[in-house]
């Protein structure tokens, strides 16, 4: 068992920035420094947090030094003082250093734009944690996919799930991506979308179960997902509220109290005196919940995809190095280094907590 985690971030972008930051925030764990080959002023983030700052390709170094960086070392030094690195380069750069990650010995963590298969598994806290107690590499699932775990698996272990449709309405890039948008057009995936499959990677019973759709639009805020679930029992709108509402991550609030799309959430939590704005909750507007006589349950959900998958990236740590081998504990020490502690919340157990869960998602009860 691990005490304290070293741990190195490599890629300082848009979600490695994050992680570097969440990392930082837990009272077990030390950020040793953080690799990339920028110099622009994205690194000065970096910089006045007094991260180390390595080059992850030797090339880049002088660039970096001519911007005004202290380049501490390469990426050939920072992986011989860690325990574990959160790889967060774009799609395709981390299976480039899978080698030296392997030859080190860590434990690597790498994000959803990665294929389940460059790890052999994936991970979402509240879907697979106790699978994950001291493996030695893992995918955090994306922001959707890390959104859809928390949902379907809080209701699976108290009703059990059948089967579920997920439509999603997804921005066409992060607000910072221009490159991305804006488009005068609704793009759609032809075919089904990767969330459902990806899904299953986490939460094997779903397979054959679960079917999604997507659209991309000109908006950059959030994801909306429109989702029908069916459930084994059937629980009242109430009790579906109570336990959205006690469960950790997850907002749940009516939309009418000002909170009407997903413009308001962004206002809303800047007003809170979050970073960036950030809400690495699940959001559920709660007039659309609903459910009927045949035990399915409707529901819309917003996602911020740059913050989501963060708590997920430090959980994963505690678990690769036994750090905490209960799930709900794991995410009580999280949200708490990330301020987002919700009170009252972390006394159930999640799916994810047994390998043999209490709850078949797929049979009825």
Request: charged residues 25%; hydrophobic residues 35%.
């Amino acid at each position: 068992m691990t005490k304290n985690a070293k741990v190195g971030v490599v890629g300082y972008g848009i979600i490695g920035k994050r992680v570097a930051d969440a990392v930082a925030a837990q009272p077990d764990m030390t950020l040793v420094g953080i690799a990339d080959i920028i110099s622009d002023v994205r690194l000065r983030i970096a910089k006045e947090r007094k991260y180390p700052i390595y080059c992850s390709v030797p090339d880049f170094e002088p660039s970096m030094r001519e911007a005004g960086y202290d380049v501490v070392g390469y990426l050939d030094d920072l992986v011989k003082k860690i325990d574990v690195v959160i790889d967060c380069t774009p799609s395709g750069v981390p299976a480039k250093n899978f080698p030296l990650y392997k030859e080190s010995n860590l434990k690597i963590i790498v994000q959803g734009g990665e294929k389940h298969s460059l790890t052999g598994r994936s991970f979402s806290t509240f879907g697979n944690y106790s699978t994950h107690i001291g493996v030695d590499q893992t995918r955090v699932v994306s922001c959707n996919t890390t959104a859809l775990t928390r949902v379907i698996s809080t209701l699976a272990q108290e009703y059990g799930v059948s089967e579920a449709f997920i439509a999603l309405a997804r921005r066409a890039g992060d607000p910072s991506r221009t490159n991305r948008g804006p488009i005068n057009a609704i793009t759609p995936v032809l075919g089904v979308s990767h969330h459902g499959p990806d899904l299953v990677t986490i939460i094997p019973q779903l397979e054959d179960k679960i079917h999604s759709l997507a659209i991309a639009g000109s908006w950059t805020l959030s994801h909306v997902h429109m989702m029908k679930i069916t459930l084994n029992q059937k629980p009242s709108k109430e009790d579906v509220v109570s336990l959205f509402k006690r469960t950790p991550r997850i907002l749940i609030e009516p939309g009418k109290q000002g909170l009407f799309d997903s413009a308001q959430l962004v206002e809303y939590y800047r007003d809170l005196g979050r970073p960036r704005y950030d809400r690495p909750e699940v959001f559920i507007w709660e007039e659309p919940l609903n459910l009927d006589s045949r035990g399915n349950l409707y529901l819309i959900i917003d996602v911020h995809m740059e913050s989501i998958p963060i708590p997920e990236n430090v959980d994963v740590i505690r678990a690769m190095l036994e750090m905490e081998t209960d799930a709900m504990k794991a995410v009580e020490k999280t949200d708490k280094g990330l301020n987002i502690y919700k009170k009252g919340s972390y006394t159930g157990t999640l799916l994810g907590s047994a390998k043999d869960s209490k709850q078949e998602m797929t049979e009825e009860t």
